[in-house]
């Protein structure tokens, strides 16, 4: 337990910030998961709408640096390329 004020509140923040970044890239992983779950399903218009709403969590979570934003255009064009498979 930190003994200055500080210290404290910055012990907080900290633990506020890592609820908010776990909270936030469970939420990616369910996006991804949604889109996977759509493409084993073989329904292509699920697929795109999950497709689209899993590349803008993406892309959120690239630009507010919880992923590194090479990781982020990867993960983006396997979305693509299994998108395109089913045709």
Do not use: W
């Not at 500080?6 to 506020?16: N, T």
């Not at 936030?24 to 996006?31: D, E, Q, W």
């Amino acid at each position: 337990m930190p003994n200055i004020k500080s210290a404290a509140k910055r012990d907080a923040l900290g633990k506020e910030r890592n609820a908010k970044n776990r909270a936030a890239k469970s939420a990616l992983r369910t996006n991804l998961k949604k889109f996977d779950a759509a493409v084993s399903g073989g329904d292509r218009e699920t697929a795109v709408s999950a497709y689209k709403v899993a590349v803008k969590s993406l892309d959120h979570a690239a630009s507010k640096n919880l992923i590194h934003k090479n990781c982020a255009s990867n993960k983006k064009s396997k979305l693509a390329v299994k998108l395109n498979a089913m045709q």
